[in-house]
């Protein structure tokens, strides 16, 4: 690994990396409230999808590609806007959500509901041009051209990055969701959670929506 990167950088990406996984965010947000409302498996599962987006954007910084938003502002408010609307739509769903744990629609332990948890955590995170504007930001810190392999360096910080994220967020998912599976067994309190799922959508939405790029 020291032949590829700088060590001492790499331990303070190691920390850096910890602090920003464990720091409540939009993403962690995002994935207690599809634990909250579909079980333990919806809550990892969308931490993996989310994570399983991170790694492309990664691929994507070490591209190049990323610098892209960079250079072509509306790129980025297409995306954003994209982004808010899915997270509407969502929103939408679980405000209408009427099931209870062991009904189908609302039971994500079912194989459909687990790709379906996937993909939204997948989705929600490629449509946040933030996440893009952050990789372009924040791994060529840690990058030292001066070893070359510099796409190899982005991987590799990336990756890092995925793995701890997936873990964290793997957890918080799973916890989030094995309390929903108490709490839910009450039609009222399954409905009461729902309309918080779809508020922390909402609420996604506009921020992503109304915040700018800087």
């Not at 950088?9 to 464990?22: E, I």
């Not at 959500?97 to 459909?112: H, L, Q, Y």
């Not at 952050?134 to 990055?161: C, M, R």
């Amino acid at each position: 690994m020291g032949r590829m990167v700088d060590t001492s950088l790499y331990l303070a990406f190691l920390v850096a990396a910890f602090a920003l996984c464990v720091t409540p965010g939009p993403d962690m947000m995002f994935i207690v409230a599809v634990g909250g409302r579909g079980g333990p498996a919806a809550g990892v599962m969308a931490a993996a999808g989310v994570a399983s987006a991170m790694f492309v954007h990664t691929v994507a910084a070490a591209l190049g590609l990323s610098a892209l938003f960079t250079a072509l502002p509306v790129l980025y408010y297409v995306l954003r806007w994209l982004g808010a609307a899915y997270l509407l739509y969502l929103a939408v769903k679980a405000f209408r959500d009427r099931s209870v744990i062991g009904e189908e629609d609302g039971d994500a332990r079912t194989g459909s509901g687990m790709r379906r948890a996937f993909w939204q955590g997948a989705v929600t995170n490629l449509l946040n041009p933030k996440v893009i504007l952050f990789n372009v930001a924040f791994l060529p810190q840690f990058v030292d051209p001066s070893l070359g392999h510099v796409s190899g360096q982005f991987l590799l910080l990336g990756a890092t990055l995925v793995v701890m994220g997936f873990l964290w967020d793997g957890a918080v998912g799973l916890l989030s969701g094995r309390l929903s599976l108490v709490l839910r067994r009450s039609r009222r309190v399954a409905r009461a959670l729902n309309v918080f799922t779809g508020t922390v959508f909402a609420g996604l939405a506009v921020r992503l929506a109304v915040t700018s790029p800087k």
